[in-house]
């Protein structure tokens, strides 16, 4: 089992950029796919970035391609997501999520099995 933490969130203009981390208990986080996912008010949660347990592999979402960033560090047991050129749509909150299980589709998150518990995003225009 593992428990996932994220760092503050914060407030933003539009352009700027933001690093959030996801600090995981226990001492097999490398066996742990890790993803950030988002969920805007009114809005179901949508997949922002997944990672492969090395790092070696990344997806991200149409919508952040190219402006965010997902990386790990097994040594810190800590996942980053950087986001550069930030947009208001950008807005909401953001978890971090792991599962040890392998899935076809790491961009679902009924994939994932602990969830940290949120921390809040806002880009003001």
């Known amino acids: 089992q593992v428990q996932l933490v994220e760092s503050a969130g914060g407030l933003v203009q539009a352009g700027g950029s933001l690093r959030l981390s996801c600090a995981a208990s226990g001492r097999t986080f490398s066996s742990y796919a890790l993803g950030w996912f988002r969920q805007a008010p009114g809005k179901e949660r949508e997949f922002v970035a997944s990672?492969?347990?090395?790092?070696?592999?990344?997806y991200y979402a149409d919508s952040v391609k190219g402006r965010f960033t997902i990386s790990r560090d097994n040594a810190k047991n800590t996942v980053y997501l950087q986001a550069n050129s930030l947009k208001p749509e950008d807005t909401a909150v953001y978890y971090c999520?792991?599962?040890?299980?392998?899935?076809?589709?790491?961009?679902?998150?009924?994939?994932?099995?602990?969830w940290g518990q949120g921390t809040q995003v806002t880009v003001s225009s």
């Open positions: 999520a792991a599962t040890r299980g392998y899935a076809n589709d790491y961009r679902r998150a009924g994939v994932y099995d602990y």
């Open positions: 990672i492969s347990r090395s790092g070696g592999s990344t």
